[in-house]
Structures are given as structure tokens and as C-alpha cells.
């Protein structure tokens, strides 16, 4: 890599240092330099400049933390992902926050995403490193890797109860992907039930397919299943941990959900998305242990591990398989296989089965502190056997509308029932969730939340 | 890890480490070893047996080849997935093909694959391990990675010169997934042009979505574009190697397709699925860079590295960025990040621009090696000034049929013009891939496809 001329001013008030990082940076915005290329080293640009080396090392060490350039050992350091567009002058020098630490700003306290701090690190590049093996494999795959459907019959049956067969599972590209393919494979108008508040994706999903989507009641049961309208194509529920409400639909329900599927000949969609997460209780049996005949069961690692994989599983009767795999044909569709290769790496050496014990470990504790933070305000909460969020009650929408806005203004994003519904709403409260920031925002946001409770509490 | 007791006949025929091997097999099947449980060390084992370290040691490589244990450096040897119900027997014991050897079979010099000889393991493996880093995103993200969507600019701008902006980029989950959204955003019934012969994948996920598909003529210039009909809301075109018959859409027919796009109101698919593959030709430019205001550009990672990642990409005019969006958002699709990211780091170090030289070298080759093949027959061929397959005339259908049998009575599995017609079936040939095939095997398919092809000479 030749490069052009740099102008630095011994005279001038700004370190050689500073002046030496600027020109490179301008070099790069310019489009002289570009991504990929090799910097010379530090020895090398020193002689060149007629600088001192300790120069030249600091202009790199500043480039290097702006991320602009990076290092690889043994092989130098390389300009990185130059501005698209040229901009007229070099980004602002804004170097990004010590390793380990975030940007100090709002905390969000908002179920649905997946606690990154209980991933081990280590064990999480080691899979990525073991998915790059063996040749990246081609041709047509609707079906999904038979190592991942390995992966996810044994994950099912260890932690889930499930006993599955690998024929029978499906590759998904995560639960709401699965479910607007399965409302795909429904006639358009079919009737749809949904919990009521329910998961607003998915009811998006099942909209989206030309459905119709139906809500139905949900109390500490769960799913009220005596109030299911007849004339339905299919039922919506998340049995482990309702969406938002956190209740475990019972056993009673369960068995008369499949039972009422069977006389009906409707179609039950079991959305497990938090499945793994269990507290204090026992195990209650998957619909799709009670129903396979009439249960479509959806898994998904957004949860376990992180939505980035883009991986989720289907197990669900012939019929079902079939007609989701008649689309896939029909549309071209495919479950992407990159992440479905991380999920095997990550399972295969125990590494799964360790996280999710550190996992559930890590949300217990940090599950105390919410109920902690919750009764010294003077509240109570819910559904808090399961998943990764629980149901702080409140009185009205007006009273839900005030904490939220008292939180916001103290930086901390709570989220209250009133987007969960898809009718009119109904119960109202926070949907509190625990599972995103780190030990201690959480503990930051969990002090404002109690605050603002207790003033909602009055 | 207790393994439960091993009987060892001493006076068997069969060899004590065999013997183990089996044994070992045996209660891994029988479900009391599991996935991810650790072997005691060949140390410990021949202690607790009263057999030698080399028997132990030797029944564990045995199993590390079949595969049902892997070794991990320093940690020691553990079961890998137990196979999900318990068979009566172990498997068979069957070591898998040395590495680098393939399943002597059939050859298949079918269009469509990556070539997968041309990539640099190392590097490949090197990106698998940076995607890793740096912690999981969570969150929506329907719009794609930032530094996903800044390699696609430079990749873009260096490969295809095309001016993009990364706000104008979206990430997709392959062409074809593309062409689904993009078909989905289209008023249903509205009248869409594809050319003929096409890619049926594509027309596929067009009627999918309810939409009139209209095949358009294609010669030697690419789609007929004074051919096309009134009244269309969209054209679906591969300009830069027309998917099958190879040829590359004329600058005057681009400018042509252009104005009447703009005249006429309608949206030009651009699918450049291996538009980075080209030789001893000029680059024409894209229709994208002659009609940014008309043009939807979809490009891919399938042909350039593959599909596994399932990544790519979309630049279009902003309505159209936003009825995708639109989309993504009612149906809660989302592109999936994990191999966005492997991307990221393919390109970050220009592992990508080595990758690209070296896949047009040795595709630039292996085309010389068809042409060779094909004339020594007698026969001509057609569209390989780009991509990665060429077309081989043929008189009539009956002729391809005839070729196409012949081959397959020796193990070569050639591929027709007569499945890529949306209509009747109009000129015959072979279409005829050559990336897929390790060099070898190219070889001998070759030969074959020579022979074959010199019957169907006379």
C-alpha cells in the first residue's frame, strides 16, 4: 500500500500525534485509502515521516479505538469500512466507551429480548468457530440441517419433555417467521383466535395473511378456552408464559384445548418462546405432547440465545409439515442455515446445556430483585413462575401512562399492557422485563421503577 | 461422567479395542452416554477396564472418525448427539471419506451453485470466528446491520460500480427472498414481465403472491424489450448473465428498458445474482446506476460464497424501500443477521476482493476446460462472457432429452432449457453449470458430457 503524501506541521500547537491520526482519517474519508488495506507499520510510516515511532504508534492507538483501522496479530493493521459517500471532512474523533462498559443512557426495562450477560463468551466464539466447518454445503435445503434437527429433537427432549422425532421437525427462521408461514398455509379468511392481550407480531403476522384474527379472554389460567368461538382454522397460545400476562395455562385448559382442537378440527399453534425458563414449578406437559395430531409446536433460540441466529424449529403433523413445506416450494423460501450451523457448534459440546443452567440461574436472581423492587413500592406482581418478564397490575390506563412517562423522564423505558391488546384494552399495567441490561442498569432502572411505582401506587 | 460397567471378551477373536468401541456405541445408543458428556480419559478408562492405554486409545480414535465423539484440546473427548431414538443395534461402524475426498457419485454440472473450491478455508473459517465478536445484537432490525450495509456499499462501488448509499440498502434474505417481498408489495393480480426462458424460482414466487406473470422473449441481447406489454407494474430481468441462456442485456436495450420503466410507470427487478462474475468483456453498467428513480437491484451472497448465509441485498427508490418495510413490519419478517455479520467480516480484511479474484481465475479456467469439452463434440456454445454456466444448443427437445439420459446412464446429471420455460417450451440445449464440481470431478463430468454430446452431434 502506497501512500500519498501527509503534510504534519512541527510548528503547529496539535501533537504530531493528533495531526498524523487527522491526515490518515482524511486519506481514508478521501477514498485514497480504502477498506482492506494495509497501513504500514508503525516502524515503516515513522522513517518515512521522519517521526519518532512513539508518534506514529499513538495516531494508530487512536485509529485503532475510533475504528477506523484494526489490528490483526501478525499481520498489521488494516483500514476498515471507509464512508460510503466521501464526506467532506473526517468524522469527529468520538472515541467509543472502555470494553465493558455501555454508553450511559436510557435503561430498558421492555420484555423480549434475550439476556446476553449469562452467555458465555468463550463457548459463544467457539461455536461460530466450529459452524465455519465443515464446506459450506449447497443446493436446495426447505427442510432445514439434519444436524439441527438432530440438535432440536435432543434439546426438546432434554428440556422440554418433548419426545420428538428428527423427520418431524422443521427449521424455521424463528417463531413470528413460523407463524405467518403456517397463517400462509390457511385459507385466506380463515377464522384465527388469539390471546387477548396477546403477541401483537404475531397477530401482525396472521393479519398480514389475510386472516381472520379473533381475540380471546386470558386469566390467571391462561387462555380461557371455554371462550374460544366455534368456526375456527386455528388458535394462537403461548402456554408456557403468556404473552404479556405471564400466566401458565393449566392442565385442565391444556387437555381441553387439544380435546376441543380434536372434536372442532382446528389447528393449535404453540408458541414456546420462553419455554426453557421455569421457576419453583413443575413442568407442565407441551400441547404438543398432549395433541401431535393437531398441535403446530413453534421453538425459537431469540430467547435462549439471541435473535441474531435467525433459527427456530416446528414440530407439527404430517398435514402441517407438508403444507408448509408446499409454500416454502411454491415461494422459494428457505430457513437461512447459518445460524442453524451455530446452534448445532453452541449444542454440541454441553455448551447449550451449561448456558441454560447459568441462564435460568442469572434470571432468578435477577427476578428477586424485581419482586424486591416491586413490593417495597408497594405492589404486587404476576407470572412470574416463568420467562423473562413479569405483570406489575395497575389500576387504570391513566395510572400505567403516568409511571411509564415518570420513568422515561428518569431514562428508564418501561412498557405498559396497552400495546399489547389487539381489540379494545382491557387490564393495564407494566410488562416488566429483566432479561436485557446488564446487573447493574438493571439494578439502575429497577430503583427508578420502584420510585415511580410507589408514586403510582398512591 | 460414571460409565456404567464394559464387558470385554479377552477371548474373542474380535480386538479388545473393538470390542470397546462397541461397547462404547452401545451405551450411547442405548441413551446412558448423552451428547455433550464427557469420555473419562483413555487413562483413566484403561485403569478401570485392566487393558492397556493403547486399547482404550485406540476404541477412541475409532470413534472420533465415525464421528461419535470429538475431542476437544485440553478438555478432553466427548459424546457427540446420540441419535434421537435408541435403534435396537449401533450403527454401523462406517469412517467417513477422507477429508477433501468426496462420495465417488453422480456429477452434477447442473447451474446455480457456488463454487466452493475457490474459497480460501482459512479466511472463511477466520470470518465464521470475527462474526462471533462483537456481543450479540438484540432488537428489531428490519433495515439490516449498519456494517453489513456498508460492505454491501463497498462491494457495490468496488465490484459493480454502483454509487450506493448504506440508507439506501436494504438487507435481504437472498434474491429470491427478495423477489417474494417485492412481489408481495405489488397490488394482487397486477401483470409483472418475466423473460422467457426465466428463472422459475422467481416466477414461482411471483404467482405466489398472486400476481399475472407474463413471459417476455429473450435473444441473444437479453429480454426483447420492445416485446413488453402494456400495462405492467413490474419487470423481473437477470441483465447482467440472463438465467439460463447466459446472454447480457444490451446498453441500448438498458437504456431502452430504463425510459420505458419511466414511461410507463412500472419497477425494474434487477436481479444481479452473479453479476461479479464476467470475462473478456467490458462492464456494461447497471440498470440500477442508469435508473436509480426505477429500479429495485437485488444481489446475493448464494453464487459469490453460499446460500448458507442466506444473505443479501436491495437498493431501490425510497417508495419501494418502504412497501418492503412496510412488509417486514405487518408480517414481523425480519432479514437474519448471522450471516449479515459473516459477511461483514469476509470483507472487512479484503478477504472478499481476494476471494472474488480468485473465484474469476478459477471459474475463468474451468469455463476454458467446458469449451474445450463442448467443441471437441462439435458443438457450439452460448452465454460465457459471464457467471458460472454457459448454454449448448441443441436442435429439438428430443435431442436434449437424449443427451441429457445418456449422461445420466453415467453418472453425470446435465440440466435442460426445457424446466425453465414458464410457457411452452421454445429453443433446446443444455444449460450446463461447471462451479459446483471439485476440479476432478469437472473432469470427468466433461468427459461424459463430451461423449454425449457428440451423439447428439449427428
Keep these: 500500500m502506497e501512500l500519498p503524501p501527509l503534510h504534519l506541521d512541527r510548528n503547529a500547537d496539535r501533537p504530531l500525534a493528533v495531526q498524523l491520526a487527522d491526515a490518515l482519517r482524511a486519506v481514508t474519508a478521501g477514498g485514497t485509502l480504502r477498506a482492506g488495506d494495509r497501513l504500514p507499520s508503525t516502524r515503516e510510516l515513522a522513517a518515512t515521516l521522519g517521526v519518532s515511532r512513539t508518534v506514529t504508534a499513538a495516531a494508530y492507538d487512536q485509529l485503532l479505538a475510533e475504528g477506523w483501522a484494526v489490528g490483526r496479530r501478525g499481520a498489521g493493521t488494516f483500514v476498515v469500512g471507509a464512508p460510503a459517500g466521501p464526506p467532506a471532512h473526517p468524522r469527529p474523533a468520538t472515541p467509543p466507551p472502555p470494553a465493558g462498559r455501555r454508553r450511559s443512557g436510557v435503561v430498558s426495562l421492555r420484555p423480549g429480548t434475550p439476556c446476553l450477560e449469562a452467555l458465555d463468551r468463550a463457548a459463544w466464539r467457539r461455536a461460530w468457530r466450529a459452524a465455519a466447518d465443515p464446506a459450506p454445503d449447497v443446493g436446495p435445503d426447505p427442510v432445514g440441517l439434519p444436524a439441527f434437527r438432530a440438535a432440536v429433537v435432543e434439546h426438546l427432549l432434554r428440556h422440554r419433555g418433548l419426545a420428538a422425532d428428527p423427520a418431524q421437525v422443521l427449521a424455521t427462521g424463528g417463531s413470528t417467521a413460523a407463524v405467518a408461514e403456517l397463517a400462509r398455509t390457511l385459507p385466506a379468511g380463515a377464522r384465527v383466535a388469539v390471546e387477548e392481550p396477546g403477541y401483537q407480531r ?257
Tied chains: 1, 2.
Design 202 to 458: 404475531a397477530v401482525a403476522a396472521l393479519q398480514a395473511a389475510g386472516l381472520t384474527v379473533l381475540p380471546v379472554p386470558v386469566d390467571a389460567a391462561g387462555l380461557v378456552v371455554e371462550a374460544l368461538p366455534p368456526g375456527l382454522a386455528a388458535v394462537y397460545c403461548t402456554p408456557a408464559h403468556q404473552y404479556p400476562l405471564g400466566a401458565r395455562l393449566s392442565a385442565a385448559r391444556r387437555l381441553a384445548l387439544v380435546e376441543r382442537a380434536r372434536t372442532d378440527g382446528f389447528l393449535v399453534i404453540e408458541d414456546d418462546y420462553d419455554g426453557e425458563l421455569r421457576y419453583d414449578v413443575a413442568p407442565l406437559p407441551l400441547l404438543a405432547a398432549l395433541g401431535p395430531d393437531v398441535v403446530a409446536h413453534l421453538g425459537t433460540t431469540s430467547k435462549l440465545l439471541t435473535p441474531t441466529l435467525g433459527a427456530g424449529w416446528l414440530v407439527a403433523p404430517p398435514a402441517v409439515r407438508a403444507a408448509v413445506l408446499g409454500l416454502r416450494d411454491r415461494t422459494g423460501m428457505r430457513p437461512v442455515r447459518a445460524g442453524q450451523r451455530v446452534f448445532v457448534a453452541f449444542a454440541a459440546h454441553g455448551d447449550l446445556a451449561r448456558h441454560l443452567r447459568r441462564l435460568r440461574r442469572e434470571l432468578a436472581e435477577r427476578r428477586a430483585a424485581v419482586a424486591a423492587a416491586v413490593h417495597a413500592a408497594g405492589h404486587l406482581l404476576e407470572g412470574d413462575a416463568a420467562g423473562a418478564h413479569v405483570l406489575v397490575p395497575l389500576p387504570d390506563a391513566a395510572a400505567e401512562r403516568t409511571v411509564i412517562d415518570a420513568a422515561a423522564a428518569r431514562g428508564v423505558d418501561l412498557d405498559g399492557l396497552a400495546r399489547h391488546h389487539a381489540g379494545r384494552p382491557g387490564r393495564s399495567g407494566l410488562v416488566l422485563g429483566y432479561a436485557k441490561p446488564p446487573r447493574a442498569e438493571l439494578e439502575r432502572g429497577l430503583a427508578v421503577a420502584r420510585d415511580v411505582l410507589a408514586l403510582g401506587a398512591r
